[in-house]
Nanobody
Framework: QSQLVESGGGLVQPGGSLTLSCTAP????????VGWFRQAPGKQREGVSA????????DYADSVKGRFNISRDKPSDTVFLQMNDLKPEDTGIYFC?????????????????WGRGTQVTVSS
């Protein structure tokens, strides 16, 4: 079954930055809308950002606007999530997901293909 692969997570201090990457071994990610989601312990998975294909439409959750930036690189067929000014409340497992159609909302149910996630921990 096709699956996405996330990388770039880690431990960072508050105010720091991380860049997550999402790739799709076995299929062309560039043909799909891609979203980033996160799940903190004991909480539901929530949408963070999404980018269309081609990259003409981008959305962000209010909690990350002005701090996170989603982008995609066609030659490497990779979608990135640059995260700046990280806060402890950004801690969680970050997942990327893909779908042929751009979502009407940043809801996990709008996406059909998922990765296994990468851990992001923001702590001093």
């Amino acid at each position: 079954q096709s699956q996405l692969v996330e990388s770039g997570g880690g431990l960072v201090q508050p105010g720091g930055s991380l860049t997550l990457s999402c790739t799709a071994p076995g299929f062309t990610l560039d043909a799909y809308a891609v979203g980033w989601f996160r799940q903190a312990p004991g909480k539901q998975r929530e949408g963070v950002s999404a980018i269309s294909s081609p990259p003409g439409t981008i959305d962000y959750a209010d909690s990350v606007k002005g701090r996170f930036n989603i982008s995609r690189d066609k030659p490497s067929d990779t979608v990135f999530l640059q995260m700046n000014d990280l806060k402890p409340e950004d801690t969680g497992i970050y997942f990327c997901a893909a779908d042929l159609w751009y979502p009407s909302t940043l809801d996990p149910s709008e996406f059909t293909t998922w990765g296994r996630g990468t851990q992001v921990t923001v702590s001093s």
